[in-house]
């Protein structure tokens, strides 16, 4: 799998070039948690991820990708959903055993590769500089601005007093 970095500026989100972090894995399970919107480079039916066989939930086009629940029943019934992925994940569980060996060595490979991205990040972050007066003036300025904007004069408890609200036990005079 290959996650990217995002940066958001004002309402736009982009990618940050070179921020890619590469994650092997054997097996990817999809879990989204409801009717997912559409993923590049995975094939769908309507809205629906498009699967080989509703049994093991296997992402048509692909050997070793999966999903389950919403994203494979198209029912937003959370009881059905998870239903749906224990069935898919004992099923995954029985189909999908490794050798121990294999197992091992494929998790010191995975330790490997995440000591080098862990690394990669600090060093990342070692590089970033630090906060310096005018960066907390600004940061100070800003929270002034929207306490104002929000009618907030220092005193918390009467601020929510006059913002609370309407709750349920106050409409039922419970």
């Known amino acids: 799998m290959v996650f990217k970095q995002t940066k958001t500026e004002g309402e736009k989100i982009s990618l940050v070039p070179g921020s890619e972090i590469v994650i092997k894995s054997p097996l990817v399970v999809s879990s989204i948690g409801s009717v997912p919107g559409q993923l590049p ?93 005018a960066d907390l003036q600004r940061i100070a300025d800003r929270v002034k601005q929207l306490q104002k904007e929000a009618n907030y004069h220092r005193n918390y408890p009467e601020w929510i007093a006059r913002h609370k609200p309407v709750r349920l036990e106050d409409v039922l005079g419970k």
């Open 41 to 133: 480079g995975i094939p769908y039916r309507g809205d629906l991820i498009a699967v080989d066989d509703p049994e093991t939930g296997r992402i048509e086009g692909f050997e070793n990708v999966f999903a389950l629940g919403n994203a494979v029943t198209g029912r937003g019934n959370i009881r059905e959903s998870m239903i749906h992925g224990r069935q898919i994940s004992r099923r995954l569980a029985e189909d999908f055993h490794w050798q121990e060996a294999e197992f091992e060595e494929l998790l010191r490979a995975r330790e490997a590769d995440s000591r080098k991205q862990i690394e990669k990040i600090s060093a990342a972050l070692n590089t970033r500089r630090s906060v310096g007066p």
